[in-house]
């Protein structure tokens, strides 16, 4: 199985409400990733989970809270979002890392998250 | 903040031309790689040089690296309408399991 996994595939909510995304991956990689994708831009990474610990977090704003509750998963819990926060959120995953070396991400379809 | 600057930042071509695009990057880097994205859908990758490789190739994609230079290039020969898509070279530092993107370059091939 090399696919990483996505959902829901669309999602809109409020400004008060609280979703979670999920992301999956069965590839045996110990590396996960969230990102997030303008209109029109490239993708800008938010997250990176290894070996299930948090290993960078780029400075993105506490209400947007991700979680990795075991190799295969992560989930992206989300709060009091603003209208700015819609955008494609997108999950990959690659091998864990090797001295010098950075393998490929491979990425799931991504979450179309609109704010209201 | 991007990492890498790609251009053009559109290109349309016929079926059967080649299709060439250009990344430049700011940092020394582990490695580069090139993506492909169809309209609004997940990212895929294509190929990948590290930083010791100046030239390789993968079917109908060719890619170079200049790391005096900063920049790398993908061509598609023969390019076909399912290469319609964008395309983002992502660089890789020494630092952790990062990729940075540079801004991309969406290609449209007319039938």
């Known amino acids: 199985d090399t696919e990483v996994t996505q959902t829901p595939k669309h999602l809109v909510m409020g400004m008060t409400n609280k979703k979670s995304l999920k992301c999956e991956q069965h590839m045996g990689h110990r590396a996960m990733y969230w990102y997030k994708q303008k209109a029109k831009k490239p993708p800008e990474l938010m997250f990176v989970y290894s070996y299930e610990k948090l290993s960078i977090n780029e400075s993105v704003p506490s209400r947007f809270s991700p979680e990795c509750p075991n190799s295969s998963l992560l989930n992206l819990h989300l709060h009091a979002l603003q209208p700015e926060d819609s955008a494609l959120y997108l999950c990959a995953s690659s091998q864990d890392r090797i001295a010098g070396n950075y393998n490929e991400q491979f990425f799931g379809p991504g979450t179309r998250l609109t704010v209201l | 903040s991007q990492q890498g600057e790609e251009d053009p930042q559109a290109l349309s071509i016929q079926e059967g031309e080649n299709a060439t695009m250009n990344c430049s990057y700011k940092?020394?880097?582990?490695?580069l790689q090139w993506y492909r994205q169809n309209s609004g859908r997940g990212l895929v990758h294509l190929i990948l040089?590290?930083?010791?490789?100046r030239e390789k190739h993968s079917g109908r994609l060719r890619v170079t690296l200049d790391t005096s230079k900063k920049s790398s290039s993908l061509l598609i020969t023969a390019s076909r309408a399912a290469d319609t898509a964008s395309y983002f070279c992502a660089t890789a530092v020494a630092a952790g399991n990062k990729l940075t993107f540079g801004g991309g370059t969406r290609v449209l091939v007319k039938p």
């Open positions: 940092t020394s880097i582990n490695n």
């Open positions: 040089i590290r930083s010791n490789e």
